[in-house]
T-cell receptor, first 114, second 113 residues
């Protein structure tokens, strides 16, 4: 079946612009995660949804980062007033259940802030 | 603080030369340990999940093992197509409503023909 999809795959933004990154999880998956991956590093957790509820947003680096999943399916990660340090790959993952389940990752969105 | 450390950072092997990658963790209650493979420009691809010490999983030339403080990914007779970054991630009992993964920085494996 279809895996996790993300769009756009690449995004170039000028510093100060707002961006929105989309994630379509595997159909029926309850849990959805966002991670940020800097070059040469492992992914770092940003936020977690169980259905439409955002249960953990402890990894969001600042109040410029906002995520939503209003209908418990598609999710959007929004970054306001982008800064150069926001340049990274943003990965979305989904899992079937609530605990101990394997997380399946999308291809990521590569964001470059100039 | 919970941490995940992978070694070596990079590994160059000749085709057919077996080796092992290490993932060590400090934890206050392990829920699961996950191995992923990541190719350049792509998202992590799931390989294995291990839940308890002594557990082993195998897939083709890869075998993952788990002890109370570390995991090994053994690569037997590797081929050039095994070249990738191998990521280890752990999930802990956080005491709250989260299932986040904590990743190591990965091991970049290059297998030369």
């Amino acid at each position: 079946g279809a895996g996790v999809s993300q769009s756009p795959r690449y995004k170039v933004a000028k510093r100060g612009q707002d961006v929105a990154l989309r994630c379509d999880p595997i159909s029926g998956h309850v849990s959805l995660f966002w991670y940020q991956q800097a070059l040469g590093q492992g992914p770092e957790f940003l936020t977690y949804f169980q259905n439409e509820a955002q249960l953990d947003k402890s990894g969001l680096p600042s109040d410029r980062f906002f995520a939503e999943r209003p209908e418990g399916s598609v999710s959007t990660l929004k970054i306001q007033r982008t800064q150069q340090e926001d340049s990274a790959v943003y990965l979305c993952a989904s899992s079937r259940g609530r605990t101990k389940e394997t997380q399946y990752f999308g291809p990521g969105t590569r964001l470059l802030v100039l | 603080e919970d941490q995940v450390t992978q070694s070596p950072e990079a590994l160059r092997l000749q085709e057919g030369e077996s080796s092992s990658l290490n993932c060590s963790y400090t934890v206050s209650g392990l829920r699961g340990l996950f191995w992923y493979r990541q190719d350049p420009g792509k998202g992590p691809e799931f390989l294995f999940t291990l839940y308890s010490a002594g557990e082993e999983k195998e897939k083709e030339r890869l075998k993952a093992t788990l002890t109370k403080k570390e995991s090994f990914l053994h690569i037997t007779a590797p081929k050039p197509e095994d070249s990738a970054t191998y990521l280890c991630a752990v999930q802990f009992h956080y005491g709250g409503a989260t299932n986040k993964l904590i990743f190591g920085t990965g091991t970049l494996l290059a297998v030369q023909p």
